[in-house]
């Protein structure tokens, strides 16, 4: 398996555009997350799916910001309006259920998208 | 609710002396425990995991951590310590159930000198 993927691996855009990241999770997978990363707070989980179904999203930080999981093997990360203060890294991971693999629960994660809004 | 601290932001360490990361975590039940390792411009790692066993769990590079139920600790640990290990580390936890997501802590970073 190529891994979880993720593109762009570098966006630039200027404030007030829509941004969409894309991400395909590891086939077979049941939960994809995503996270976003600054120097200042650290890794920050923002939203969750289990097949395909959001469950939490209370770490998305505002309204500008959705996601989406159509299927099994995409999710994408919008945000519209954005800001400068979005710039970060944004990685996507997913996993398989613990129920069904206990002894190999644990995430892999993509190599990330770093976003910069000028 | 789950936590994991890790103490310190930064630790420093000289090519060849042994290095010591610390991780504490606060879980309700039996933990699940991981180490995860990110190298610049890279996504996280898994490094190695404890679930049940031995406390002593080996993994990847050479590295192993170390579970100490009485102290809430999984220390990562390495004997000697190489430049390649520079990198920012992650403690993660969860509890032993089906309910519960990964918790990871604020991370530490990893910087041996030549």
């Known amino acids: ?38 120097m200042m707070r650290g890794l920050e989980l923002l939203i969750y799916f289990n097949n395909n179904v959001p469950i939490d999203d209370s770490g998305m930080p505002e309204d500008r910001f959705s996601a989406k999981m159509p299927n099994a093997s995409f999710s994408t990360l919008k945000i519209q309006p ?12 997913s996993s398989l259920a613990f129920v069904r693999d206990p002894s190999n629960y644990g995430y892999t994660f993509g190599s990330g998208t770093r976003l910069t809004v000028v | 609710a789950q936590s994991v601290a890790q103490p310190e932001d930064q630790v420093n360490v000289a090519e060849g002396n ?12 039996n933990p699940y425990l991981f180490w995860y390792v990110q190298y610049p ?7 190695l995991k404890y679930i049940t066993g031995d406390n002593l769990v ?3 590079y050479g590295f192993e951590a170390e579970f100490n139920k009485s102290q809430t600790s999984f220390h990562l640990k390495k004997p000697s310590a190489l430049v390649s290990d520079s990198a920012l580390y992650f403690c993660a936890v969860r509890a032993y159930s089906s309910a519960s997501k990964i918790i990871f802590g604020s991370g530490t970073r990893l910087s041996i000198r030549p």
């Open chain 2, 18 to 29: 042994p290095l010591t990361v610390k991780c504490t975590y606060s879980v309700s039940g």
């Open chain 1, 82 to 93: 954005s800001e400068p203060r979005d710039s970060a890294v944004y990685f996507c991971a």
């Open chain 1, 1 to 38: 398996d190529a891994g979880v993927i993720q593109s762009p691996r570098h966006e630039v855009t200027e404030m007030g555009q829509e941004v969409t990241l894309r991400c395909k999770p590891i086939s077979g997978h049941d939960y994809l997350f995503w996270y976003r990363q600054t």
């Open chain 2, 41 to 47: 411009n890279r996504g996280l790692q898994f490094l």
């Open chain 2, 58 to 60: 080996k993994g990847s």
